[in-house]
């Protein structure tokens, strides 16, 4: 086990150019090496598309309720394997500029400073702008 998390994000302001199959291989390959928590943090859920053909199964569930705070960090996560967790997002996670209103500053960190004990490696998917969850995840 590493001592800290390592963080990495994986953004561009352009879209299709791989940023959600850059953060899974990233993640699969580094979970060979520790344990990986996975976030999607992209409105466009192309990463919780990929491991949830329900999106029922998510509902409620995602990264956007926790980080305005209807749920815990905890209950968002999702154990993919024996090595990788999953944090999905959804449609909703567009609404996250207004949602968070008074309250954006550091709310992705302060959630993972919960639970990066638990993880060698977390890397996050962002969407193609630097819109306020491109922010949070930098």
């Known amino acids: 086990m590493i001592d800290m998390a390592k963080v990495i994000t994986v953004t561009n302001v352009k879209g299709g150019v791989g940023k959600s199959t850059t953060s899974l291989f990233i993640s699969n390959i580094l979970k060979e090496q520790g344990k990986v928590l996975l976030i999607d943090i ?34 968002t996560i999702n154990p993919i394997d024996k090595n990788l967790d999953f944090i999905p997002a959804d449609i909703t996670l567009s609404s996250l500029d207004k949602q968070l209103k008074n309250s954006r500053d550091f709310k992705l960190k302060l959630l993972l400073d919960e639970v990066k004990d638990n993880y060698d490696f977390i890397v996050i998917d962002t969407p193609p702008s630097l819109h306020l969850e491109t922010i949070q995840a930098l």
């Open 42 to 75: 992209d409105s466009q859920n192309s990463l919780t598309s990929y491991f949830f053909e329900d999106a029922e199964l998510i509902n409620g569930k995602t990264i956007l309720e926790a980080m305005i705070g209807e749920i815990g960090i905890q209950e």
